[in-house]
């Protein structure tokens, strides 16, 4: 049986789509997401498209993301993207209910935490920092907009996003 959502939290994800729907945020969110590109750009890691990074309990791996991104995220889905997140069987799924044939299906608008994730070997000395950086941008966007911060698990994130937006 599905679990209820706490009133508070449906209220925290509402906030988060209404902010997200704020052009403003929107385009300093996406210029968050660009200036990240860049930075990995410059540093040109490689990604084999094994998608196994995708497969969090195979491969052993978590991904956390801030609500605001989820809620930004779930409010541009197209129609078939959003039919997968309804019906994927979260939060106990093992990969990301966006990876479609080993590729991800929203990659623009996948969250931080996908975007500077990468297993090359070579990354492992500044992907870190890095994230650290624009997360605590991501912090201060809270701020800006007076939002509540969190920090969640994705699928918990997403099962929970679906049953309030
Ligand atoms: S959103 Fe895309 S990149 Fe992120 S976990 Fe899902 S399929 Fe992978």
């Given at each position: ?64 993301i801030?609500g605001?991104e989820v809620a930004?995220l779930i ?82 994130a997403?099962?929970?996003a679906?049953?309030?937006?």
């Amino acid at each position: 049986m599905p679990h209820p959502v706490d009133p508070s939290a449906a209220d925290a994800w509402l906030a988060w789509r209404d902010a997200a729907r704020d052009p403003h945020l929107d385009q300093q969110l996406r210029a968050l997401y660009d200036d990240l590109a860049a930075e990995i750009e410059r540093r040109a890691p490689t990604c084999w498209i094994s998608g196994r990074c995708c497969k969090f309990d195979t491969y052993g791996h978590r991904l956390y993301i801030t609500g605001l991104e989820v809620a930004w995220l779930i409010d541009r889905l197209d129609e078939p993207s959003r039919a997968r997140l309804d019906d994927a069987p979260l939060p106990g799924l093992d990969g990301c209910p966006f990876q479609v044939d080993g590729l991800c299906s929203v990659h623009a608008l996948r969250p931080l935490g996908c975007r500077i994730y990468f297993c090359d070997p070579a990354a492992q000395a500044w992907q870190n920092p890095v994230y650290e950086t624009f997360l605590d941008r991501l912090r201060k966007l809270h701020e800006q907009y007076e939002l509540d911060y969190s920090y969640l698990e994705w699928r918990l994130a997403l099962d929970e996003a679906r049953k309030c937006l």
